[in-house]
Nanobody, 124 residues
Framework: VQLQASGGGVVQAGGSLRLSCATS????????IGWFRQAPGKEREFVAA???????YYGDSVKGRFTLSRDNAKNTVFLVMNNLAPEDTAVYYC???????????????????WGQGTLVTVSS
């Protein structure tokens, strides 16, 4: 099982980035995919998740700014991040699991498979 997060970089406040999470080694359409982030000195925080029916969940801090989608033909999910702010600076991780109940999408312990992370830096 592999999850490869990419697309991070340095962007000015108000800018946009698109993160990708390319997956392999499991049946993509049977899995839910989540994104989490961790800033220096802080706990890992839920960002967004998408289930196999393409229903999406968002953390309060990113609602209205971030959009998560999945391309089942490419086994990849995309996180479009708009109107970025310095507080969005973090390492972003994608994760996957095939047995997540609705109330657990927001918990990092619900996901068995994790990617290596991609760094997003937003300058003010």
């Amino acid at each position: 099982v592999q999850l490869q997060a990419s697309g991070g970089g340095v962007v000015q406040a108000g800018g946009s980035l698109r993160l990708s999470c390319a997956t392999s080694g499991f049946t993509f359409t049977d899995h839910e995919i989540g994104w989490f982030r961790q800033a220096p000195g802080k706990e890992r925080e839920f960002v967004a998740a998408i289930n196999r029916s393409r229903y999406t969940y968002y953390g309060d801090s990113v609602k209205g700014r971030f959009t998560l989608s999945r391309d089942n033909a490419k086994n990849t999910v995309f996180l479009v991040m708009n109107n970025l702010a310095p507080e969005d600076t973090a390492v972003y991780y994608c994760a996957a699991d095939d047995r997540i109940i609705v109330s657990s999408y927001y918990s990092d312990t619900a996901y068995d498979y994790w990617g290596q992370g991609t760094l997003v830096t937003v300058s003010s």
